[in-house]
């Protein structure tokens, strides 16, 4: 079957602009995260879904940043007045399970968002 | 912030010989997992470990962990062109944050 697929995979902003980015997990799977990576770093968390519940949002580094799963399967990830900051590659996984599940999960293969 | 610290940050070696890169983590863990992402791709899975096991085994991977040192090592034997990636720690994605390393950038030369 497909694996994680995103969109767009590349995105350019003027700052100031208000971008969405798209997930479509696996289907079937429980949950979804939100990683922010950048030039040369390792991914950080941003956010967790299972389902539709978003669980965990500690990571979304301001108020500008909004995700959303209302179906409990794709994802869209909001981020509104763009800052040069935001430069990232924004990658969204997927897992089968919930908390007590083996928990491998799946990566798409990212959108480069760049702030000019 | 990053949990999982990976070691060396590079690593150049020619094809055939075997590649040992190293994490360690800050806090107690439920399991660690290896990622690899080749370049402007995302990452593909590699192996967990459960903090119970202390070595497991995949393909050409061997994963050792030591939750006494909080350190966890990948060993790639045989190494092939193909490797060169760069390879990422990671720890507890049901904590909600599962933390990844910077990174090992690994190259194999042919």
């Known amino acids: 079957g497909a694996g994680v697929s995103q969109s767009p995979r590349y995105k350019v902003a003027k700052r100031g602009q208000d971008v969405a980015l798209r997930c479509d997990p696996i289907s079937g799977h429980v949950s979804l995260f939100w990683y922010q990576q950048a030039l040369g770093q390792g991914p950080e968390f941003l956010t967790y879904?299972?389902?539709?519940?978003?669980?965990?949002k500690s990571g979304l580094p301001s108020d500008r940043f909004f995700a959303e799963r209302p179906e409990g399967s794709v994802s869209t990830l909001k981020i509104q007045r763009t800052q040069q900051e935001d430069s990232a590659v924004y990658l969204c996984?997927?897992?089968?399970?919930?908390?007590?599940?083996?928990?491998?999960?799946?990566f798409g293969p990212g959108t480069r968002l760049t702030v000019l | 912030s990053q949990q999982g610290e990976e070691d060396p940050q590079a690593l150049s070696i020619q094809e055939g010989e075997n590649a040992t890169m190293n994490c360690s983590y800050k806090t107690s863990i439920n399991n660690l997992q290896w990622y690899r992402q080749n370049s402007g791709r995302g990452l593909v899975h590699l192996i967990l470990?459960?903090?119970?096991?202390r070595e497991k085994h995949s393909g050409r991977l061997r994963v050792t962990l030591d939750t006494s040192k909080k350190s966890s090592s990948l060993l790639i034997t045989a190494s092939r062109a193909a490797d060169t990636a760069s390879y990422f720690c990671?720890?507890?994605?049901?904590?909600?944050?599962?933390?990844f390393g910077a990174g090992t950038r690994l190259t194999v030369k042919p």
């Open positions: 879904f299972q389902n539709e519940a978003q669980l965990d």
């Open positions: 996984a997927s897992s089968l399970g919930g908390s007590s599940s083996y928990n491998e999960q799946f």
């Open positions: 990671a720890t507890d994605p049901y904590n909600n944050d599962m933390r």
């Open positions: 470990i459960r903090s119970n096991e």
